[in-house]
């Protein structure tokens, strides 16, 4: 009898033991689990992209979230995804919102989308999404950056792009040393070079060895002291043959103000300094014995005369 009590003792103290070790590990897990959340919110609340957290409606979003869509948190909280998506995606998402709420998990991909804020704005973001558990149930998670002025940007540039592509202005870009980053079409069809044979090249590429080395020494002081150049330029295109032309040198600066590129663009001005040089000749030399007209004459006698 005395054994058999002995054996329910041990037993209670073995089951009150292991019930103690769970409540202390459930104890931890639970510490854990609020430490985490913490942490996650600190981190969440300070970041400068927009994190969310959905079931059927928003259960968590922070304040870059919220700023970007205009609503405030708790006006969110009464909001589905859906709400701020633009209408023309509400198919696609509308299918990935039901799947992750399910619980399928599928690769990570951006997706950049239109969403209207409070204010009837459209804005573009890029959004990125993932399955996870949340309270308990399966949620779905985003982290947002909204690209609005980077998608304006974006097109700003590619209709400057167009246009220049377009025009019939020599254009080409060079880094800070001389070599050439860009050259437009023009520029390709008139000197009869190849992208491929100018890209990455020195810009002296084009020299014909009319001007001499005080010419470029000026230039190269000019434009590294951050000031535009304009002068004429005697080149020479792939097939060796000479032409004129009328160029800008501009300077590109960055933030800090240092030259980063140098912008060229130009005119081929050969037929006018063609036709200059053929009205000089008209004006002072006689057609008929190819010397000097009267004109000419007294100008070259009052100079010999002086």
């Not at 689990?33 to 059927?56: C, D, M, P, V, W």
């Not at 060895?209 to 535009?228: A, D, M, P, Q, V």
């Amino acid at each position: 009898m005395l054994c058999y009590n002995i054996t329910i003792i041990s037993s209670s103290i073995t089951s009150l033991v292991q019930v103690g070790r769970e409540q202390t590990l459930n104890s931890l897990i639970q510490n854990q689990l609020q430490e985490s959340e913490e942490k996650f919110r600190t981190i969440a609340e300070n970041a400068l992209i927009g994190i969310f957290i959905y079931h059927e409606h928003f259960v968590y979003v922070n304040q870059a979230f919220a700023s970007m869509s205009g609503y405030s948190i708790e006006e969110l909280y009464r909001l589905k995804p859906l709400d701020l998506i633009d209408e023309s995606y509400h198919d696609t998402f509308k299918q990935v919102i039901q799947k992750r709420l399910k619980g399928e998990h599928f690769p990570k991909e951006y997706n950049d989308i239109k969403v209207v804020t409070k204010n009837g704005q459209s804005k573009t973001i890029r959004i990125i999404t993932q399955t996870i558990k949340y309270q308990e149930k399966y949620a779905g998670m985003g982290t947002v950056i909204d690209i609005t002025d980077i998608q304006e940007t974006k097109q700003q540039l590619k209709l400057l792009a167009q246009a220049v592509e377009q025009m019939d202005t020599l254009v080409r870009i060079t880094d800070k040393k001389g070599t050439l980053t860009y050259v437009n079409d023009a520029l390709i069809a008139h000197t009869g070079y190849r992208h491929i044979e100018l890209i990455g090249k020195k810009i002296g590429l084009f020299k014909s060895g009319h001007h001499n080395k005080s010419f470029y020494k000026e230039l190269w002081e000019t434009i590294l002291s951050g000031n535009t150049y304009k002068g004429i330029f005697v080149n020479r295109k792939k097939d060796r043959q000479i032409y004129y032309e009328e160029e800008i040198i501009t300077p590109i600066m960055d933030d800090d103000h240092s030259i980063k590129h140098f912008v060229a663009t130009s005119q081929d001005i050969t037929e006018r300094v063609h036709l200059e040089e053929e009205l000089q000749k008209l004006a002072t030399i006689d057609t008929l014995t190819g010397i000097y007209n009267r004109h000419k004459s007294n100008e070259e006698l009052d100079i010999e005369i002086n």
